[in-house]
């Protein structure tokens, strides 16, 4: 028997939390004054619409080990996969509760993973650990395995806008203002670290969706044992056309889509897409 747990950040359709039965642990989003829990009450277009009335980038902040701490209750191994530790502090409160269940129960099997991704990242290291459990392999295997499975995993996402960059002072005004003119789409990408870098850009997103297309046909190897997932943030109908474009160059085992959910929103921004493979 086997918990699998994961932060709000981990992008899912209701049939993916049926599928995994996961337990998500809600981060919460500030803007301004208005704080938001990340779980399924809060609505993408309210926070999307508050994104862009907001003058100051949004801020985010991880759940307290408290949160953590009672879904490890229970005789199961306890797979926790979080938000990159280097956008997020959710894997250190996840951590930490880990250290405080150990001192009372220290037979007990909880592993701690983290992604070095987001998004649907987070969902495929989640839906990896679930096919190595389920094949009965040992505890300590499934952790092994699951952080080569990690190790190995792209993350490229499309931006629509670098508004939230701007805002969040990671680019200036006028270097925005000038992208913004002539219609620049960047792609990003993680360093294999979690930490977010620029990838390439093309002029309009009919050319940045090409580019990021071409990009994983030419990187991809063995896509016939991968699961490749696309987190849309508004904006299904271009997963759709990454989907069904890949689909003609090359044969995913499965291809997941879903929708972003409110970090993921605040991250990716009104129609960013995260490919994870």
């Known amino acids: 028997m ?15 939390i049926k599928e995994t039965n996961i337990n998500l642990v809600p981060l919460t989003i500030q803007i301004d004054e208005d704080i938001m829990v990340d779980d399924s009450s809060l609505e993408q277009s309210q926070l999307i619409q508050k994104m862009k009335k907001s003058t100051k ?7 307290a080990p408290e949160a ?7 005789e199961e191994d306890v797979y926790v996969v979080t938000l990159s530790s280097k956008l ?6 996840a951590y930490v509760a880990k250290n405080m269940y150990l001192e009372e129960h220290k037979e007990k099997n909880i592993a701690v993973i ?3 991704s987001a998004a649907v990242g987070q969902t495929l290291v989640m839906l990896k650990i679930k096919e190595l459990a389920d094949q009965g392999l040992p505890f300590e295997k499934v952790v092994e395995e699951a952080e080569r499975y990690r190790d190995n995993m792209a993350t490229k996402f499309l931006l629509e806008s670098l508004e939230n960059l701007r805002k969040a002072g990671r680019l200036s005004t006028v270097k925005a203002f000038l992208a913004n003119t002539l219609n620049i789409k960047p792609i990003m990408c993680s360093n294999g670290h979690g930490e977010i870098q620029k990838y390439d850009q093309a002029r309009g997103m009919k050319k940045a969706l090409d580019l990021l297309i071409a990009s994983i046909v030419k990187d ?8 490749l997932g696309i987190t849309h943030c508004n904006c299904l109908e271009r997963a759709m056309h990454i989907k069904e474009e890949l689909e003609k160059h090359v044969k995913f085992k499965r291809i997941v889509i879903v929708e972003a959910a409110g970090i993921s929103t605040v991250y990716a921004g009104d129609g960013g897409v995260v490919v994870c493979y």
């Open 2 to 16: 086997y918990k699998l747990i994961g932060d709000s950040c981990t992008d899912v359709t209701d049939e993916l």
């Open 57 to 63: 980038s949004p801020s985010t902040a991880c759940p």
């Open 114 to 116: 983290d992604s070095l």
């Open 68 to 74: 953590y701490l009672k879904l490890y209750e229970g």
């Open 220 to 227: 991809v190897k063995n896509p016939e044992l991968k699961v």
């Open 88 to 93: 997020s502090g959710s894997y250190n409160s």
